[in-house]
C-alpha cells in the first residue's frame, strides 16, 4: 500500500475499512488545458481513463488566483455527492478540494468528466496543478483498497488555463545584410498572454541576446546564408503563430591594397587598389590627410617623411557592404640629424677627448666641418667625423653638416680641468731634543684634495683635504716632499722641499779676564756683547775691551745657539763696581712672575727688558726696595721667548738672560 486515503468526509466515510493489498492501478486523471481564453466563464472538465469500480476519490488542485477566480463545480451524474470546495492559501495561491465516497463501485467509460470545474477568466496564463501528499490525491475501492498511483506524474495530468496567442505581427530588422555583420536588430511587438518567443535564423547566423524575448541581436558569420528569420508567440498552452521576415546575405566586395611598399623620406607615391568585383564600387583611403584625394581607386599621396599604415575601404553601392584592407609605406632613413658627442666629456688638462658627429638620415653623402669656442691658437678646425682634439681649456666644438641638401648644426662642449699642484714650504732648524717645525703645503686645484708627503724615510697620506694651506709639525729631520696630489678631478703636480735639521745646543761658555783681554771656553762660533749688544766682528775666542761695559759671549753653532755666559764688568780705568754675581733670577724659566734675590737692596731698583739683539723691549722701576733682600716682578705683559734683563740697584748692575714661557 501506498498510503492512506481521505480529506475530509471521504476520510471519515473510509473509517473501519481494512487496508487491502494493492490489487489495480488509480485512474489516470486529466485536468483539461484551455487554450484562448478569454475573459469571463471558463469551464474545465477533469476527465478519467481506467475508471473501473470505484468507491472514493480525494483529489486536491492549486492554481493563482490573479489569473482566474474558481467558482463552482459539477459532478458526474454517477458520482452524487462528489463535494468540491476552495480554500485560499493566504498566499496569492488557492487551493480546490474534492472528495466522493459510495458503498458501490462505479466504472465510466474512458474520457469521461468526473467534475468540471467553474472559473471566471481574467488575464494571462495559469497552471492547475494536483497537489500530492498521498491522502490529498488517491482512489480506493468501495471495500477501501486504495489504488497505486505512483508515480503521481503518470496519474495525475495537470492542466492550464491560457489566453490566447496572437501573430507576432510584421519583424522589424534588415532584410539585406553582410556576411561577417554582427550586432543586427530583430524585433516584433509584444504579444499578450505569452511566456516566451520562439526565434530562428539563416544558416550561419547567430542569435547573440535576447533569446525568448520580443527584440534580438544577430550576428552573421562568415559562411551565412540568405534565409528568413522567423517568431512566434508561445505560453503554457502552446505556440502561437509565426512571423516570418526573408533576409539577403550580400557576399563583401574585394578590398585589395597589394603589397607594402618602401620609399625615400620626403618623396610621394600612388595607392593601388584592385577592382571591387562584379558591380559598382566606391573607394576611400584614411588617413584622407595625407592624400590628393582620398576617394579614389589609385590616390596620389602627399609628401610622406613617417612610415604610414593606409586602410582601404571598399564599399558594394548596390548592398552597402564594406570590405577593408591596409598597406603600409615604410620611409627609408629620415631626416638629416646629428648628435655630436665628446668623449670623455671631461678631461685633465694636457689630455685628450674625442668628438663624435653621430650623423643620420638624409641622403646619406655627409661634409662635416668643426670648429671650437674659444678658437684656439692657431684656430682649430676639422672636417672629419670623429676628430681627436687637445683642448687646454673648456671648449665648445661647433659642428655643421651637409648632407648635398640640407644643413644642420649642432654642438658639444669638452670640460678641461685645471691640474692640481701641491707645493710645499717652510723649514727649520730645531736646537735641542723635543722642538717641532711647522711646515705648510699650498693646494691648488678643486677640494677634496688627497695626497701623499714624505720624510725621505717615511710617507704621510693625507685624505680628503677640503681647506689649503695644509699645514702640519714635523719633529723628525729629513727633507719633507709631496709625492703626488689628487683632486676632485685630476692627478696634479708637486713641488717644492721643506728641510727639518736638529742640533744639538751648545754648551754655555765661560769667559775670563786676563789682562786687558777677555778669553771664552769656546774655540768657535763665539759672539761678543757689550751691555747686552752685539759687538760686530767680536767672533774669536777672545775679545780686547776698549770701554768700561759689561761683557759676556754667547756661541752659535748649527744656527743653534748657547745660554749666555757669565757676566764680566771690564773697568778701563780701575774704578770697581759690583758685577751681576749680587743678583739672582728665579725662577727661570718664569711665566707669570719671578724673583730678584740679592744680598740687600739699597734705594731704588730699575729693570730693563732687551731683546737678543740688544733692543729695550721694556722698562720699570720698583721704589721702597731699601734693605729688602727679595723682590717679586711681574712678566706677564712678555711674550714667550729669550730676554736679557738688566738690573741697576745703586750703582750695581748686573745682566741676567730670561726665559719666558
Avoid at 462505479?106 to 497537489?131: C, E, K, Q, R, W
Avoid at 593606409?310 to 591596409?326: G, I, P, R, Y
Wanted: proline content about 7%.
Amino acid at each position: 500500500m501506498r498510503k492512506l486515503f481521505g480529506y475530509g468526509l471521504v476520510i471519515m466515510l473510509l473509517v473501519g475499512y481494512p487496508l487491502l493489498t494493492l490489487a489495480q492501478n488509480a485512474p489516470i486523471t486529466t485536468i483539461a488545458t484551455i487554450s484562448n481564453a478569454v475573459p469571463g466563464t471558463v469551464n474545465v472538465p477533469i476527465t478519467v481513463i481506467n475508471f473501473s469500480n470505484i468507491g472514493a476519490i480525494s483529489l486536491t488542485i492549486d492554481y493563482d488566483y490573479s489569473g482566474v477566480h474558481f467558482v463552482s463545480g459539477t459532478p458526474n451524474s454517477l458520482l452524487p455527492g462528489f463535494a468540491i470546495n476552495d480554500n485560499n492559501l493566504g498566499n496569492g495561491k488557492h487551493r480546490i478540494i474534492m472528495g466522493w465516497y459510495s458503498t458501490n463501485g462505479v466504472t465510466l467509460a474512458n474520457g469521461s468528466p468526473i467534475m468540471t470545474m467553474h472559473f471566471t477568466y481574467i488575464a494571462g496564463n495559469d497552471s492547475l496543478n494536483f497537489y500530492d501528499n498521498g491522502p490529498s490525491c488517491e482512489y480506493a475501492t468501495p471495500t477501501g483498497t486504495v489504488l497505486n498511483d505512483i508515480p503521481a506524474s503518470t496519474y495525475y495530468i495537470n492542466g492550464f488555463i491560457c489566453g490566447g496567442v496572437s501573430s507576432p505581427g510584421p519583424i522589424t530588422g534588415s532584410t539585406s545584410v553582410c556576411v561577417g555583420q554582427t550586432g543586427v536588430s530583430y524585433s516584433v511587438n509584444v504579444i499578450p498572454n505569452t511566456s516566451g518567443y520562439n526565434w530562428t535564423v539563416p544558416s550561419g547566423a547567430s542569435i547573440m541576446t535576447g533569446s525568448n524575448t520580443n527584440a534580438i541581436t544577430v550576428n552573421y558569420s562568415m559562411s551565412a546564408l540568405s534565409g528568413n528569420v522567423t517568431v512566434n508567440g508561445f505560453n503554457l498552452c502552446g505556440n502561437g503563430p509565426t512571423s516570418s521576415l526573408p533576409v539577403t546575405v550580400n557576399a563583401l566586395p574585394i578590398a585589395n591594397a597589394y603589397n607594402d611598399t618602401t620609399i625615400p623620406y620626403g618623396t610621394s607615391t600612388t595607392l593601388h587598389a584592385a577592382n571591387g568585383g562584379a558591380g559598382t564600387f566606391g573607394y576611400h583611403w584614411e588617413p584622407a590627410n595625407l592624400l590628393i584625394n582620398p576617394n579614389v581607386q589609385n590616390p596620389l599621396t602627399v609628401i610622406l617623411t613617417t612610415t604610414t599604415v593606409f586602410t582601404l575601404t571598399v564599399t558594394d553601392q548596390v548592398s552597402l557592404c564594406q570590405n577593408t584592407d591596409q598597406k603600409i609605406v615604410n620611409i627609408s632613413g629620415g631626416p638629416l640629424s646629428i648628435n655630436p658627442v665628446a668623449i670623455p666629456s671631461s678631461i685633465c688638462q694636457g689630455y685628450s677627448s674625442q668628438l663624435f658627429a653621430n650623423a643620420g638620415g638624409g641622403s646619406g653623402n655627409y661634409s662635416y666641418t668643426w670648429t671650437c669656442t674659444p678658437p684656439g691658437s692657431p684656430p682649430w678646425t676639422s672636417n672629419v667625423p670623429a676628430p681627436v682634439v687637445f683642448p687646454v681649456v673648456t671648449t665648445v666644438y661647433n659642428l655643421s653638416v651637409n648632407d648635398g641638401f640640407t644643413t644642420v648644426t649642432g654642438n658639444t662642449t669638452v670640460t678641461v680641468y685645471p691640474l692640481p699642484s701641491a707645493t710645499i714650504s717652510g723649514g727649520d732648524t730645531l736646537c735641542g731634543e723635543g722642538l717641532t717645525a711647522i711646515l705648510s703645503i699650498a693646494l691648488t686645484g678643486t677640494p677634496p684634495w688627497s695626497f701623499l708627503y714624505t720624510n725621505g724615510l717615511t710617507t704621510f697620506p693625507v685624505n680628503n683635504q677640503m681647506t689649503t694651506p695644509y699645514t702640519f709639525s714635523a719633529s723628525t729631520p729629513g727633507i719633507y716632499s709631496v709625492i703626488w696630489v689628487y683632486d676632485a678631478d685630476c692627478l696634479g703636480n708637486t713641488s717644492g722641499t721643506a728641510i727639518v735639521v736638529m742640533f744639538p745646543i751648545p754648551p754655555t761658555p765661560v769667559i775670563s779676564q786676563a789682562g786687558n783681554q777677555l778669553f771664552s771656553t769656546a774655540c768657535c762660533g763665539n759672539q761678543w756683547y757689550k751691555d747686552l749688544v752685539q759687538v760686530p766682528g767680536a767672533n774669536a775666542q777672545s775679545y780686547t775691551p776698549t770701554q768700561t761695559a759689561h761683557y759676556a759671549d754667547i756661541v752659535t753653532l748649527n744656527s743653534c745657539s748657547s745660554d749666555t755666559s757669565n757676566d764680566i764688568y771690564f773697568v778701563m780705568t780701575g774704578i770697581s763696581e759690583s758685577s751681576g754675581d749680587n743678583f739672582k733670577i728665579a725662577p727661570n724659566p718664569a711665566r707669570d712672575h719671578f724673583s730678584i734675590v740679592s744680598s740687600g737692596f739699597k734705594g731704588v731698583l730699575e729693570i730693563g727688558f732687551y731683546s737678543l739683539s740688544g733692543t729695550l723691549i721694556r722698562d720699570k722701576i720698583i721704589g721702597a726696595a731699601e734693605g729688602k733682600h727679595e723682590l717679586l716682578v711681574d712678566c706677564s705683559m712678555l711674550s714667550p721667548g729669550i730676554y736679557f734683563v738688566q738690573i741697576l740697584n745703586n750703582n750695581l748692575r748686573s745682566y741676567q738672560k730670561l726665559i719666558i714661557l
